[in-house]
T-cell receptor
Framework: KQEVTQIPAALSVPEGENLVLNCSFT??????LQWFRQDPGKGLTSLLL?????REQTSGRLNASLDKSSGRSTLYIAASQPGDSATYLC?????????FGTGTRLQVFP | GAVVSQHPSRVICKSGTSVKIECRSL??????MFWYRQFPKQSLMLMAT?????????EQGVEKDKFLINHASLTLSTLTVTSAHPEDSSFYIC??????????????FGPGTRLTVL
């Protein structure tokens, strides 16, 4: 059974710091991995999707990497801003389902 | 493109009543829709997968008679919480996918529905 874990569970940093959020999964047979952002009481916004054959994806200040063999992905946020404050979820796609991680609650203060 | 809406965004009901939540794909045809449940400060848990015109496939531990899912058209799926109880209070999120249109197996998520059962 696929299990997805995210570390840390919560993170509070001053504005401007570069951040690394971690995601690990137990079954490496995945189709892709996706990072989402969720604001309080809201739905999900897709940030980056990495296919199983890819190593990383970049969008603006965000960079996500994928190492299937070790069952790990990282989301790198450069020059963090207060507007980045949200919960970040990773999800792996295998056997036709998305399995979500436990999430990292990020707070960036001015 | 690829917008998914949910209605209502928020609902409060009395214990014992039934509540229907709608999920619509606004600009694409969703061959598959998914329903998730999220408890406070927890992750999303898949409840069921529904393909248009077929019966929904429920995840282990999800009562199909309590959470009725209908996917009668390519743009609409409904989740009905029957005889709701306070423990059913949660955030329900749907997602939709169209493998015929999108080359990547991407799910597009709705904004969620907050259900509170008194």
């Amino acid at each position: 059974k696929q299990e997805v874990t995210q570390i840390p569970a919560a993170l509070s940093v001053p504005e401007g710091e570069n951040l690394v959020l971690n995601c690990s999964f137990t079954d490496s047979a995945i189709y892709n991995l996706q990072w989402f952002r969720q604001d309080p009481g809201k739905g999900l916004t897709s940030l980056l999707l990495i296919q199983s054959s890819q190593r990383e994806q970049t969008s603006g200040r965000l960079n996500a990497s994928l190492d299937k063999s070790s069952g790990r992905s990282t989301l790198y946020i450069a020059a963090s801003q207060p507007g980045d404050s949200a919960t970040y979820l990773c999800a792996v796609h295998n056997t036709d389902k998305l399995i979500f991680g436990t999430g990292t609650r990020l707070q960036v203060f001015p | 493109g690829a917008v998914v809406s949910q209605h209502p965004s928020r609902v409060i009901c009395k214990s014992g009543t039934s509540v229907k939540i709608e999920c619509r794909s606004l600009d694409f045809q969703a061959t598959t829709m998914f329903w998730y449940r999220q408890f406070p400060k927890q992750s999303l848990m898949l409840m069921a997968t529904s393909n248009e015109g077929s019966k929904a496939t429920y995840e282990q531990g999800v009562e199909k008679d309590k959470f009725l899912i209908n996917h009668a058209s390519l743009t609409l799926s409904t989740l009905t919480v029957t005889s709701a109880h306070p423990e059913d209070s949660s955030f329900y999120i749907c997602s939709a996918r169209d493998l015929r249109r999108f080359s990547t197996d991407t799910q597009y998520f709705g904004p969620g529905t907050r259900l509170t059962v008194l």
